[in-house]
């Protein structure tokens, strides 16, 4: 055979393997990062849990930027009936996640959590954000503090409005505007305070006088957002409840809604949290 002949077979073997070395070259890289991808650590499921007066809509800014930080973002309703009912509840919802959970609470929210993270594995970490944190046995509405706004006459900062099937002498409060737009919303603008007051959902009185139950503070590692111009549980209660839980404290000069008004801080802080603990 001759030499042009030789070549000539040579050649579609030559572009064959040219071809094959260019496919491998684009493929590998790409299934590498697949691979790369499948074997990363998830992120923590966040659970962000409403208080008083509120919704789940009060926790938008937080979960938005954890949203977009790569977090999965649950924000479950809480009834605001029964602090052992409503601990339960949210511990129900909890069961149903897979992987690690970063818990979240504000105001009554962090009563709620502390009962509802006792004895769950999943739950890495605790953040209350201006929440109570009781120990078993204690009451949240004494929890507020000597000058909390609501340590006052009853009647002058709540409407009492009766419910069906009500135990004898309960009833639902609502905040009555004086208050839910002073120190209730301190810090918002007066159109979006009046949005939230229009909007709020009541606690139930007896929801603020039922004994808490094993706190999970005392297992799992907690944060603190601590408003220093809260006028709802006072900076010197929240104090009180964040060093006896051995809480990581983050002083914020908020009032008691830091989460619409400080939601970067808050946002960071539960980041904080994920990355200790996860």
């Known amino acids: 055979m001759s030499e042009e002949h030789r070549t000539g077979a040579r050649r579609p073997r030559l572009v064959l393997a040219a071809l094959l070395a260019v496919t491998l070259a684009v493929l590998?890289?790409?299934?590498?990062?697949?691979?790369?991808?499948?074997?990363?650590?998830?992120?923590?499921?966040?659970?962000?849990?409403?208080?008083?007066?509120?919704?789940?809509?009060?926790?938008?800014?937080?979960g938005d930027r954890l949203r977009r930080a790569g977090y999965p973002v649950r924000i479950p309703p809480n009834p605001l009936r029964n602090l052992t009912t409503d601990g339960q509840t949210i511990a129900d919802f909890l069961a149903t996640l897979s992987g690690p959970i970063i818990l979240v609470?504000?105001?009554?929210?962090?009563?709620?959590?502390?009962?509802?993270a006792t004895g769950n594995p999943n739950?890495?970490?605790?953040v209350y954000e201006d929440a109570f944190a009781?120990?078993?046995?204690?009451q949240i509405f004494p929890l507020a503090g000597a000058d909390s706004a609501l340590n006052v006459d009853p009647a002058t900062v709540f409407d009492f409005v009766p419910y069906p099937?009500?135990?004898a002498g309960d009833v639902d409060l609502y905040l009555k505007q004086e208050t839910f737009l002073g120190p209730f919303a301190a810090g918002?603008?007066?159109?979006?305070?009046?949005?939230?007051?229009a909007a709020q959902r009541p606690l139930a009185l007896s929801a603020g006088f039922t004994p808490a139950g094993v706190p999970a503070w005392k297992t799992i590692p907690s944060w603190y957002v601590l408003g220093t111009q809260d006028q709802i549980i006072t900076p010197e209660a929240q104090r009180f409840m964040a060093e006896r839980a051995g809480s990581r404290i983050t002083e914020v000069r908020a009032g008691h809604l830091a989460l619409i008004t400080k939601?970067?801080?808050?946002?960071?802080?539960?980041?904080?949290?994920?990355?200790?603990?996860?």
Do not use: C, F, M, N
Not at 109 to 114: F, K, P, Q, S
Not at 123 to 126: G, I, S, T
Not at 188 to 197: D, I, W
């Open 105 to 116: 609470g504000h105001s009554y929210g962090g009563a709620v959590i502390t009962q509802a």
């Open 123 to 126: 739950v890495k970490a605790l």
């Open 28 to 62: 590998l890289p790409a299934t590498g990062a697949a691979a790369a991808g499948h074997h990363a650590t998830p992120k923590p499921t966040v659970v962000l849990v409403h208080g008083a007066w509120a919704d789940g809509s009060s926790w938008t800014a937080v």
């Open 188 to 197: 918002l603008p007066r159109p979006k305070a009046l949005s939230l007051y």
């Open 263 to 278: 939601a970067d801080v808050v946002a960071k802080v539960i980041g904080q949290a994920a990355a200790a603990t996860v």
């Open 134 to 138: 009781p120990d078993q046995g204690e």
């Open 165 to 167: 099937g009500a135990p």
